[in-house]
């Protein structure tokens, strides 16, 4: 697979607490390819975000921790590397659009002096016009109005969207080859939402670079990933081709995410399908499968080891005993198309 950019390999990160270490992604391997787009998919709390945050050496410290594995970024294992290597790296070809802008972004310096900033500390041959122009080039790049007045304005004086659209003008600004867009589209409206995400991938069509889509919107997955990863609870239960994934779901996690979607064809006020239970939690995780104590198939094999990941096509593997032995699944209507035609 000559074009894998990034190869994660059983990785497995932990926190220390109060009531011990706790293993926020246990386990965790799966590939992206150059200019592809992967989507890592999963409920609240079930290691998305920590993936990424250990990808890009980013763990709050000292409670944070890697504790194993590998992650290979173009031949280089980035998880040994000394910080200055990494500081090389992170932003400049590894670049992240974090999940909340208004936190992510400093409330006290304007919006030209944050975009600015990645000039300066990237290009530091850059003078200060050179780096005036460039901020405002790449303002205008992502679409926002007015860009000049906005380099003088702060934070809380921009709407949501452009605070987002300034988060991905600031992670593209480097022109990196990886980007990781961490809930792209969270507390937007459906308006804006699509606006951002057509920008990625016009910008992804202009610069060729992979994104590493975090997200728990099935809908986002859909429309914009070649390739999924499924995490339930710190482990990956999931992975396949985005069409094979909702054509063919192998995992009971997986089936019960896609029918909790509301359909085109649902009757008029139905209830939407749920999963019932809750997830375990991660200081008290059991022995077994993970997702056992909400699975409908579950039986007494399932309480004794970890299923494996099992072959179930090519690039399609799922977490579960049975995973070759569930009844046909009938695609879901969700009104949105595939990234594979």
């Known amino acids: 697979m000559n074009d894998v950019i990034l190869n994660v390999e059983n990785l497995t990160t932990a926190f220390d607490t109060e009531e011990g270490q706790l293993r926020a992604v246990d386990d965790v391997s799966f590939f992206l390819r150059k200019?592809?787009?992967?989507?890592i998919v999963g409920e609240s709390g079930c290691g998305k975000s920590v993936t990424a945050l250990s990808i890009m050496r980013l763990l709050p410290k000292p409670a944070g921790n890697i504790l194993s594995g590998k992650i290979d970024f173009k031949g280089t294992e980035i998880i040994s590397l000394p910080a200055g290597d990494m500081h090389a790296i992170r932003g400049n070809q590894i670049a992240m659009i974090f999940q909340?802008?208004?936190?992510?972004?400093?409330?006290?310096?304007?919006?030209?002096?944050?975009?600015?900033?990645?000039?300066?500390?990237?290009?530091?041959?850059?003078?200060?016009?050179?780096?005036?122009?460039?901020?405002?080039?790449m303002l205008k790049k992502v679409g926002i109005p007015e860009p000049l007045k906005r380099m003088t304005e702060y934070p809380h004086q921009i709407s949501g969207g452009m605070r987002q659209r300034v988060m991905i003008a600031m992670a593209l600004a480097c022109r990196p080859d990886i980007l990781i867009a961490d809930e792209p589209t969270t507390a937007l409206d459906v308006t804006i939402q699509a606006q951002i995400l057509n920008l990625i991938r016009d910008l992804q069509a202009e610069t060729g670079m992979s994104v590493i889509f975090i997200t728990h919107d099935l809908g986002v997955i859909a429309e914009l990933c070649d390739e999924v990863v499924v995490m339930y609870a710190g482990q990956v239960v999931e992975t396949a081709p985005i069409r094979e994934l909702f054509h063919n779901p192998r995992h009971p996690y997986t089936r019960g995410l896609l029918t909790s979607i509301p359909t085109l064809d649902s009757a008029h006020k139905k209830p939407l399908k749920v999963i019932h239970g809750v997830v375990?939690?991660?200081?008290?995780?059991?022995?077994?499968?993970r997702f056992e104590n909400r699975c409908p198939h579950a039986r007494e094999i399932c309480s004794t080891a970890p299923p494996p990941l099992v072959d179930i096509n090519p690039n399609h593997a799922a977490g579960c005993y049975f995973a070759k032995d569930l009844t046909p699944w009938k695609p879901v209507n969700t009104g949105s198309g595939d990234n594979n035609g």
């Open 35 to 39: 200019g592809r787009n992967l989507g």
């Open 100 to 137: 909340e802008p208004m936190t992510a972004l400093n409330p006290v310096h304007t919006i030209g002096r944050q975009v600015g900033e990645i000039f300066s500390l990237h290009f530091p041959e850059m003078n200060d016009s050179d780096i005036r122009k460039a901020s405002l080039e």
């Open 280 to 289: 375990p939690s991660l200081d008290d995780l059991p022995a077994g499968c």
